[in-house]
Nanobody
Framework: QVQLVESGGGLAQAGGSRRLSCAASGIIFSINAMGWYRQAPGKQRELVAAITSDGSTDYADSVNGRFTISRDNAKNTVYLQMNSLKPEDTAVYYC??????????????WGQGTQVTVSS
């Protein structure tokens, strides 16, 4: 049984930071690409950041330079360090796994989501 369990969400002030974590089980973590998507109310789920099995990263333009995705294969965990948060970063953040995660249709597994709320 595959599980992606996110943690680290919560309330932050604009300009602040938070770090999300996603612990994976039931998959061969090291061969999977991992990623973070987010969905704000009334909007589609969008890619925030992705990291391939060999460590190559990809970011949405809206977060490039502020967010950093990383992975620890020994811990089967992927992280999203979010700095300089803005109110428009408020959303439910979802962990994603698959051989390709930069394309939403190719994501194979999803976490349950964690809410991040940024106040101005």
């Amino acid at each position: 049984q595959v599980q992606l369990v996110e943690s680290g969400g919560g309330l932050a002030q604009a300009g602040g930071s938070r770090r999300l974590s996603c612990a994976a089980s039931g998959i061969i973590f090291s061969i999977n690409a991992m990623g973070w998507y987010r969905q704000a109310p009334g909007k589609q789920r969008e890619l925030v950041a992705a990291i391939t099995s060999d460590g190559s990263t990809d970011y949405a333009d809206s977060v490039n330079g502020r967010f950093t995705i990383s992975r620890d294969n020994a811990k089967n965990t992927v992280y999203l360090q979010m700095n300089s948060l803005k109110p428009e970063d408020t959303a439910v953040y979802y962990c994603a796994a698959g051989l390709v995660v930069a394309v939403r249709a190719r994501v194979r597994y999803w976490g349950q989501g964690t809410q991040v709320t940024v106040s101005s």
